[in-house]
């Protein structure tokens, strides 16, 4: 068995459905279907790197994807 400190992908992707999950709870209104919410998606730590290299695309630093979950 491995063990180690440091969060792998997987732990990153938990950590940010978590988040998501906890977001649309926050700004959904009760009774409102959750479609209707909007987030962004921008990597932890990715924003400064998406506006230094415009024309790039912008791998998560934690997860190595491009793409929301």
Request: no cysteine; aromatic share 4%.
């Given at each position: 068995?491995?063990?180690?400190?440091?969060?792998?992908?997987?732990?990153?992707?938990?950590?940010?459905?978590?988040?998501i999950?906890?977001?649309?709870?926050?700004?959904?209104?009760?009774?409102?279907?959750?479609?209707?919410?909007?987030?962004s998606?921008?990597?932890d730590?990715?924003?400064?790197?998406?506006?230094?290299?415009?024309?790039?695309?912008?791998?998560?630093?934690?997860?190595?994807?491009?793409?929301?979950?």
């Open positions: 068995m491995d063990f180690t400190l440091r969060p792998r992908a997987k732990d990153y992707l938990a950590e940010g459905k978590q988040r999950l906890e977001a649309i709870a926050a700004i959904v209104p009760p009774g409102a279907r959750a479609r209707a919410a909007f987030l998606g921008h990597p730590r990715g924003i400064l790197p998406m506006l230094e290299h415009p024309d790039q695309v912008i791998r998560s630093p934690g997860t190595g994807r491009i793409a929301v979950p």
